[in-house]
């Protein structure tokens, strides 16, 4: 049974950072040989994926709104994905989900599809008070 797990999340005031957690377990193949990705939602908003990294050469992809202010990484030790978030904005708010198991382009973060990523979390609420 596939669990993918995110943690993490809370209240912090706008300018301060965060660091998401997510954990992957029972994935068919070893972690390691996932691409891992990131992806939020607002509150009466689209989806929107945010970064993502390749399992091969640890290359990453950011969207837009948040290069340069958030970080992800992994430790395939651990079979852990991370995400820190610095420089955080009000407009930063929303549930925040980890994905295991698709591209890692700036073409599967914009996509909508839910099966853009194999498998998907229950995420973690980030909310920035401004």
């Known amino acids: 049974q596939v669990q993918v797990v995110e943690s993490g999340g809370g209240l912090v005031q706008a300018g301060g950072s965060l660091r998401l957690t997510c954990t992957a377990s029972?994935?068919?193949?070893?972690?390691?040989?996932?691409?891992m990705g990131w992806f939020r939602q607002a509150p009466g908003k689209e989806r929107e994926g945010i970064s993502c990294i390749e399992w091969n050469d640890l290359s990453t992809v950011y969207s837009d709104s948040v290069k340069g202010r958030f970080t992800i990484s992994r430790d395939n030790a651990k079979n852990t994905l991370y995400l820190q978030m610095n420089s955080l904005k009000s407009e930063d708010t929303g549930m925040y989900y980890c994905?295991?198991?698709?591209?890692?382009?700036?073409?599967?973060?914009?996509?909508?599809?839910?099966?853009?990523?194999?498998?998907w979390g229950q995420g973690t609420q980030v909310t920035v008070s401004s």
């Open positions: 029972g994935l068919p193949s070893p972690f390691y040989r996932y691409n």
């Open positions: 994905a295991a198991g698709g591209p890692c382009t700036i073409q599967a973060l914009a996509s909508r599809r839910n099966t853009v990523f194999d498998y």
